[in-house]
């Protein structure tokens, strides 16, 4: 039987499917096979962690999407869907990780069952459908439509309740930094702060329970924080040493990411004009970031204002957030950089990302924002500027 219990109403899936069918006949495919897990989720409610093994959500010409995947994930769709259960699908065991056997050789004797032989879309430039996967449906469909993103820029702008479910992820990450405004200390070892932050995202915030986030916590100190994408050790935190905490609260799988830099002791003069030049970056953004301007104006007014304080930021300065699975919260659509032109409409959510990274550290004071009717809107509560305990 279908889920009892969906986070959206029959409705939302029903236009959902439509946004997505209208999308597919402007590209000209007749079949698409949906392999992100976020898309999955975002058109079907289907959430599990079987991303690890070969699965899809499919959409023909008509009709409820189908659900495929490994045989005992298959309760798991039952479970989550709001499909009946005639539509899930679930191959064989002895093709999970059987070098010998792919499951693509399933999915295409199944749609071929359901007489679905038109042109089939995948999604090409995904974590989740390999090469091998491609080598294989070529076996039995000679000739496959690049359909990366479709999905994806169908869910870029947010419903009421999708923007409620990410106040409520905004939420939980307010917590989190104010947890760690509140315990962190010199000495104190980073592994042990990291768990705090965990449990206190997963406790959650106001009443909402926390979801596990689609990146892990970032948190690199000194040095290590000239780069972006460290994680944490147990190193005790030092005085006088930046370590920023790039990390996300999540509710119903819905991604809030925000960044803040804790500073122990005195702040260097460097950080404190770094500091300067983000914030006034940031209010430029959000007296920009409105109806009818673009990502590329966003980026432009970023970019301008970091330069008049003796600053630059070579890479993009934000990118749209939603529903997501590891290993990345990000949407993988919009970008705020020069080049992209996308008009920027109410209902977008965005990851404004103004990180500068130093010669000795880095620095990182961000702001997941939602685009309204009448301009920009922070989705958190929490302070702005470096975090400073003595």
Same mark, same amino acid.
């Given at each position: 039987?279908?889920?009892?219990h969906p986070?959206?109403t029959a409705?939302d899936y029903?236009?959902?499917?439509?946004?997505?069918?209208g999308a597919?006949?402007?590209a000209?495919?007749?079949?698409?096979?949906i392999?992100d897990?976020?898309?999955?989720?975002w058109?079907?409610g289907?959430d599990?962690?079987?991303?690890?093994?070969?699965?899809?959500v499919i959409?023909?010409?008509?009709?409820?999407p189908r659900?495929?995947g490994r045989?005992?994930?298959?309760?798991?769709?039952?479970?989550?869907?709001?499909?009946?259960?005639d539509c899930?699908?679930g191959y064989?065991?002895r093709?999970?990780?059987?070098?010998q056997?792919?499951p693509m050789?399933?999915?295409?004797f199944?749609l071929?069952?359901?007489?679905?032989?038109?042109r089939?879309g995948?999604e090409?430039?995904?974590?989740y459908?390999?090469?091998a996967?491609?080598?294989e449906l070529?076996k039995?469909?000679?000739?496959l439509?690049?359909?990366?993103?479709l999905?994806?820029?169908?869910r870029?702008?947010?419903?009421?309740?999708?923007?409620?479910?990410?106040?409520?992820?905004?939420a939980?990450?307010?917590?989190?930094? *104010?947890?760690i405004? $509140?315990? !962190?200390? +010199?000495?104190? =070892?980073k592994?042990?702060?990291i768990?705090q932050i965990?449990r206190? @995202?997963?406790e959650?915030?106001d009443?909402?329970?926390g979801d596990y986030?689609?990146?892990?916590?970032m948190?690199?100190?000194?040095?290590?924080?000239?780069a972006?994408h460290?994680?944490?050790?147990?190193?005790?935190?030092?005085?006088?040493? *930046?370590t920023?905490? $790039?990390? !996300?609260g +999540?509710y119903r =799988?819905y991604?809030?990411?925000?960044s803040?830099?804790l500073f122990? @002791?005195?702040?260097?003069?460097?950080?404190?004009?770094a500091e300067?030049?983000?914030?006034a970056a940031?209010d430029?953004?959000m007296a920009?970031?409105a109806?009818g301007?673009t990502?590329a104006d966003?980026?432009?007014?970023?970019?301008?204002t970091l330069a008049?304080?003796?600053?630059?930021?070579d890479?993009?300065?934000?990118?749209?957030?939603?529903m997501s699975?590891?290993?990345?919260?990000?949407e993988?659509t919009?970008s705020?950089r020069?080049?992209?032109?996308t008009e920027?409409?109410?209902?977008?959510?965005?990851?404004?990302?103004?990180?500068?990274?130093?010669?000795?550290?880095?620095?990182?004071?961000?702001?997941?924002?939602?685009?309204?009717?009448?301009?920009?809107e922070r989705i958190?509560?929490?302070?702005?500027?470096?975090?400073?305990?003595?």
């Amino acid at each position: 039987m279908p889920n009892p219990h969906p986070a959206f109403t029959a409705e939302d899936y029903a236009h959902r499917l439509l946004r997505v069918r209208g999308a597919m006949e402007a590209a000209g495919l007749d079949v698409l096979l949906i392999t992100d897990p976020s898309n999955m989720g975002w058109l079907t409610g289907y959430d599990g962690w079987s991303f690890y093994v070969h699965q899809g959500v499919i959409v023909g010409p008509d009709g409820p999407p189908r659900w495929w995947g490994r045989g005992m994930d298959a309760a798991g769709a039952v479970r989550t869907v709001y499909m009946p259960d005639d539509c899930i699908h679930g191959y064989d065991d002895r093709l999970v990780q059987n070098p010998q056997a792919h499951p693509m050789g399933d999915l295409a004797f199944l749609l071929d069952a359901l007489g679905w032989t038109g042109r089939l879309g995948v999604e090409m430039e995904n974590y989740y459908f390999s090469a091998a996967a491609y080598r294989e449906l070529l076996k039995h469909r000679p000739k496959l439509e690049d359909a990366t993103g479709l999905v994806n820029w169908c869910r870029a702008i947010k419903s009421q309740t999708e923007l409620e479910f990410m106040r409520r992820a905004g939420a939980i990450v307010t917590r989190m930094h *104010a947890h760690i405004a $509140e315990t !962190a200390e +010199a000495g104190m =070892r980073k592994n042990d702060l990291i768990a705090q932050i965990m449990r206190v @995202g997963i406790e959650g915030a106001d009443g909402h329970w926390g979801d596990y986030p689609a990146i892990v916590p970032m948190a690199p100190s000194g040095l290590d924080a000239t780069a972006p994408h460290l994680t944490w050790d147990d190193r005790p935190l030092e005085g006088g040493v *930046a370590t920023f905490f $790039e990390i !996300a609260g +999540a509710y119903r =799988r819905y991604q809030c990411p925000q960044s803040r830099t804790l500073f122990l @002791g005195e702040v260097p003069s460097t950080y404190r004009r770094a500091e300067e030049a983000v914030q006034a970056a940031t209010d430029a953004v959000m007296a920009t970031a409105a109806p009818g301007a673009t990502c590329a104006d966003v980026a432009r007014t970023f970019n301008g204002t970091l330069a008049r304080y003796g600053f630059q930021k070579d890479s993009r300065c934000g990118y749209s957030i939603g529903m997501s699975y590891p290993p990345d919260w990000g949407e993988r659509t919009m970008s705020l950089r020069r080049s992209d032109t996308t008009e920027l409409q109410p209902g977008m959510v965005f990851h404004f990302m103004p990180a500068l990274w130093l010669d000795d550290g880095g620095i990182e004071i961000t702001e997941p924002i939602v685009i309204t009717p009448s301009g920009a809107e922070r989705i958190t509560n929490t302070p702005q500027g470096l975090v400073v305990k003595p």
